[in-house]
């Protein structure tokens, strides 16, 4: 059975003269303003009773009134695909995504997503844009994601995203010896000849800001702690390839396989078999849609691990 939203509200004198629309996203501001301008167009918002255009205008005690119907947001199916649950209410979900999980489908990758893991796990989460997913992780990324359940919650997510006031960290391993953390600042667009890739480019690029410190040294690599001030896409991946010091496993950014002098045949086995980025979204941190209290996760990142053992072991 479809979900009925239905909600009232009368104009108060401060927002006696706006546009419907704005009246509107004044009055519900659990859902987004393009939703509610979908609803006034199809009638399901309605001003005193009936169908109003968003431009027009709102006068004091006017009654806006929604009742509409939440359908399915996309062609998606459910799939039963285990999800590693950090902390789940009524209103966020927070997962632990592995390595190999794609987050939404798209070309080559049309079902055994998140998104078809998460309609098994709650089916009216079809009814929410993107099945609730706010932000993404590569396939290849491990680590933390907040997803809304809610309209409302969804909302209040991207306006938080926007805002920055999201705050994540991530663990990495990088190939050398880095002597301290410092700040990348530099603008991140499409590739101009690879269209798969991102690259930083001076002109025409988004801005992309990035901080990194040294967790722990090895040998030939360094174990990183990052916070994002933006959110682009492969932003660390190639923030840090553009200053000298590629993620372990990426070949996409660092190219084929470096392997460092004097390294043991432990440590050559396992970089040659680890397959993916060493990177991992180890914090995540935001208010609550609901309680607008500070909530904050963190899950301990294992990529580095058995190349600590290879390489502490030989000093």
């Known amino acids: ?26 009055l519900f501001p659990e859902f987004s303003r393009s939703r509610l301008q979908t609803w006034i167009k199809s009638g399901e918002l309605t001003l005193n009773g009936t169908s109003a255009r968003s431009r027009d205008k709102v006068l004091v005690d006017d009654e806006l009134v929604l009742k509409a119907t939440l359908k399915a947001e996309g062609n998606w199916q459910a799939e039963d695909i285990p999800l590693n649950i950090v902390f789940e209410d009524e209103h966020i979900l927070v997962i632990n995504k592995p390595a190999g999980l794609v987050v939404h489908p798209g070309a080559g990758n049309p079902a055994g997503t998140l998104l078809n893991a998460l309609l098994n796990h709650n089916p009216a989460q079809e009814t929410i844009p993107r099945a609730g997913i706010v932000h993404r992780l590569d396939r290849e990324t491990t680590g933390l994601m907040v997803v809304a359940k809610t309209l409302s919650a969804h909302s209040n997510l991207v306006e938080q995203l926007q805002a920055r006031d999201v705050h994540r960290e991530y663990d990495a391993v990088v190939l050398g010896n880095m002597t301290g953390g410092g700040r990348v600042e530099e603008p991140i667009g499409r590739h101009p000849r690879q269209r798969t890739k991102m690259a930083v480019l001076q002109h025409g690029g988004k801005e992309a800001i990035t901080h990194y410190r040294v967790i722990e040294r090895f040998a030939g690599h360094t174990h990183i702690r990052l916070k994002l001030e933006t959110g682009r896409t492969h932003q660390i991946r190639v ?15 660092g190219g084929r396989l470096k392997l460092p002098k004097g390294a043991s045949d432990e440590l050559q086995d396992t970089l040659r078999a680890f397959k993916r980025q060493a990177l991992h979204a180890a914090r995540l941190a935001l208010i609550h849609p609901y309680t607008e209290a500070l909530v904050e996760w963190q899950v301990e990142a294992v990529s580095y691990t058995h190349l600590r053992a290879h390489e502490t072991g030989r000093n």
């Open 1 to 26: 059975m479809a979900d009925i939203i239905q909600r009232q509200e009368t104009v108060p004198q401060t927002l006696s003269g706006a546009r419907f629309d704005q009246a509107a996203s004044d």
């Open 239 to 253: 923030h840090m390839a553009s200053i000298g010091y590629p993620l372990v496993g990426d070949a996409t950014y």
